[in-house]
């Protein structure tokens, strides 16, 4: 018990996202206002890679995230549906060549995403 209590209201919120704030207290940054689609460990990954890297070719990033190529390809088709990445194939010879980039809306919604979890952070270490 004692480790909930130090947490406090911020901590109790995070776990569930319901509880409204303590009467008097300002309204902090919850988790469930984080944009769930980036939040996934693979497509963050997949984002903040992409962020650093002009492009990135499908084997670079099953490589650097150490995943699978399905796995790749369901988290990154998500995130080109969303409109986040851009996907680019073509053929190097005969050899097929799959190629992401990180789009405008893409860096924008990492960038509100990291604000947010700056907030989230700040806000329960501030608690």
């Known amino acids: ?28 940054p919850v988790a469930v206002d984080l944009d769930r689609l980036i939040h996934e460990r693979l497509r963050l990954g997949i984002v903040s890679a992409l962020a650093v890297n002009e492009r990135l070719s499908f084997n670079d990033l099953k490589r650097l995230l150490r995943t699978t190529d399905g796995n790749l390809s369901v988290h990154a ?11 680019d194939k073509s053929f190097v010879g005969r050899l097929p060549k799959t190629e992401f980039r990180l789009t405008v809306a893409g860096k924008g919604a990492l960038e509100r995403y990291l604000d947010h979890m700056e907030a989230i952070i700040h806000a329960t270490r501030d608690g």
């Open 1 to 28: 018990m004692a480790g909930k209590a130090r947490r406090g209201a911020t901590a109790e919120r995070l776990e569930h996202p319901g509880t409204p704030p303590p009467a008097g207290s300002r309204h902090e």
């Open 77 to 87: 088709r998500k995130l080109e549906e969303a409109g986040y990445v851009r996907c």
